[in-house]
């Protein structure tokens, strides 16, 4: 079975869900017992008369990442005001989100690859020395991702899925530099977005700090971390 698919597969109960997402075990499963309502997964059948409940991680993961997107933006109003081919910057794609940090977008496109919208222009501007990039979106683009991430779990009608991982081997070069999609796939990630979400809640220690950084085809420099330290996390995951 293929690492990723095992990691998906990998059963968990109420108190490790809790220690990884930040809620008490009774938490976890007062949403397992109205999960028609919040659309939690589904607890595999329990084993014996006292088995207690357990999930598969790579539904749970699944889950709270959608969760944090929803509540992130559930109190954000539509905004039907503003030419939809005007083109924002990434500070101006902050405010009309309402964030407070005016750096969020930026932040998100270099350490969340494949959480946010891709800009519809990049400008390479500066000089052969300092080169930078400039990303611009259409508000239109926006408010489409905005929609998107407001809804819970899969719509009807949605055909949109996440790009699918790439095939990573564990056993390749200990020091090359994998980026946020290879790391996901290596740790068994379903995809970028579930990855994203345990980094940003500190539930990847060992990947707190990056090894480097590296080009990307439009122009922007990605976080990366060595294939050794990526297997070192996992390692660490497997053993809890």
């Known amino acids: 079975m293929p690492s990723n698919a095992a990691e998906e597969r990998r059963l968990v109960d109420a108190v490790q869900?809790?220690?990884?997402?930040?809620?008490?075990?009774?938490?976890?499963?007062?949403?397992?017992?109205?999960?028609?309502?919040?659309?939690?997964?589904?607890?595999?059948?329990?084993k014996g008369r006292g088995g207690k409940q357990e999930w598969e991680y790579g539904g749970v993961a699944e889950y709270f990442a959608n969760?944090?997107?929803?509540?992130?933006?559930?109190?954000?109003t539509e905004d039907a005001s503003g030419d939809p081919d005007e083109l924002l910057n990434a500070s101006q794609v902050a405010k009309e989100l309402g964030y407070k940090n005016p750096n969020q977008i930026t932040t998100y496109m270099r350490d969340h690859p494949g959480?946010?919208?891709?800009?519809?222009?990049v400008e390479h501007l500066g000089s052969e020395e300092r080169p930078w990039t400039k990303m611009l979106w259409?508000?239109?683009?926006?408010?489409?991702?905005?929609?998107e991430r407001r809804g819970k779990g899969r719509r009807e009608g949605n055909t949109r899925t996440?790009?699918?991982?790439?095939?990573?081997?564990?056993?390749?070069?200990?020091?090359?530099?994998?980026?946020?999609?290879?790391?996901?796939?290596?740790?068994?990630?379903?995809?970028?977005?579930?990855?994203?979400?345990?980094?940003?809640?500190?539930?990847?220690?060992?990947?707190k700090e990056d090894d480097g950084k590296v080009l990307g085809s439009r122009g922007r420099k990605s976080r990366a971390?060595?294939?050794?330290?990526v297997l070192e996390q996992k390692a660490a995951r497997s053993s809890r």
């Open 115 to 121: 959480y946010f919208a891709e800009p519809d222009v």
């Open 138 to 147: 259409y508000r239109r683009t926006i408010t489409a991702w905005r929609k």
């Open 67 to 76: 969760r944090e997107a929803s509540n992130r933006l559930a109190n954000l």
């Open 225 to 229: 971390w060595t294939r050794r330290r």
């Open 17 to 46: 869900i809790g220690d990884e997402f930040g809620l008490s075990p009774g938490r976890v499963n007062a949403l397992h017992a109205d999960r028609e309502n919040t659309g939690f997964p589904a607890a595999r059948p329990r």
């Open 162 to 207: 996440a790009p699918a991982l790439p095939e990573v081997a564990a056993d390749g070069d200990p020091d090359e530099l994998l980026v946020a999609p290879q790391a996901a796939a290596l740790l068994g990630f379903k995809s970028v977005n579930t990855f994203s979400s345990s980094l940003s809640q500190g539930n990847l220690p060992l990947l």
